[in-house]
């Protein structure tokens, strides 16, 4: 079975700075896809970014971005010039590739906090 | 862009008492649906994969027979708690998958609270 695991349960970061949220996984599969998403105070789940395992290019998003390191089973999230709308819990995902199993396994999630 | 509504937003029910929540895709058929429930300050855990006029698919120890998932059509699935108790209180979530298989939409949750 498939795990994720975030390290981080709460991170912060100044407002305009950088910050990088971790997320690592476990998987015998070699092709699948990896997911961040946020989760603000209203609860709803947003997708904030996706990775394609095939795809060495790391997936960007405006000021999102991923470090995908396949061998490493490795999939970090790093937010430019954060703002305070990124204040949220940060959940990591893993899905599998295979045709009847699009099912999510989300890590333990990650709070951010944006200091002003 | 696809969306995904629940309703209702938050129910508050006696114990003993049987609750529906609806799970839509306004804008897409859905052919598989899933249900996660989130404690308080936890993540999603997934309970069930609900597919289009077929028996919902079980997670291991959920009980079928206490949370009923019924997915008629392909814009609607519902998940029926039946006899809650307050150890069912929780924030359910569902999402949808797309056409696209590699993207699921969720829905804005249902807050559910047994006495």
């Known amino acids: 079975a498939q795990t994720v695991t975030q390290s981080q349960p709460e991170m912060s970061v100044q407002e305009a700075e950088t910050v990088t949220l971790s997320c690592t996984y476990d998987t015998s599969e070699s092709d699948y896809y990896l997911f961040w998403y946020k989760q603000p105070p209203s609860r709803q789940m947003i997708l904030v970014i996706r990775q394609e395992a095939y795809k060495q290019q790391n997936a960007t998003e405006n000021r999102f971005s991923v470090n995908f390191q396949k061998a490493a089973k490795s999939f970090s999230l790093k937010i430019s010039d954060s703002q305070l709308g990124d204040a949220a819990m940060y959940f990591c995902a893993y899905r599998s590739a295979n045709f009847g199993n699009e099912k999510l396994t989300f890590g333990t999630g990650t709070r951010l906090t944006i200091i002003p | 862009g696809a969306v995904v509504s629940q309703h209702p937003s938050r129910v508050i029910c006696k114990s003993g008492t049987s609750v529906k929540i609806e799970c839509r895709s306004l804008?897409?058929?859905?052919?598989?649906m899933f249900w996660y429930r989130q404690f308080p300050k936890q993540s999603l855990m997934l309970m069930a994969t609900s597919n289009e006029g077929s028996k919902a698919t079980y997670e291991q120890g959920v009980e079928k027979d206490k949370f009923l998932i019924n997915h008629a059509s392909l814009t609607l699935s519902t998940l029926t708690v039946t006899s809650a108790h307050p150890e069912d209180s929780s924030f359910y979530i569902c999402s949808a998958r797309d056409n696209l298989p590699n993207e699921q939409f969720f829905g804005p949750g249902t807050r559910l609270t047994v006495l």
């Open positions: 804008d897409f058929q859905a052919t598989t």
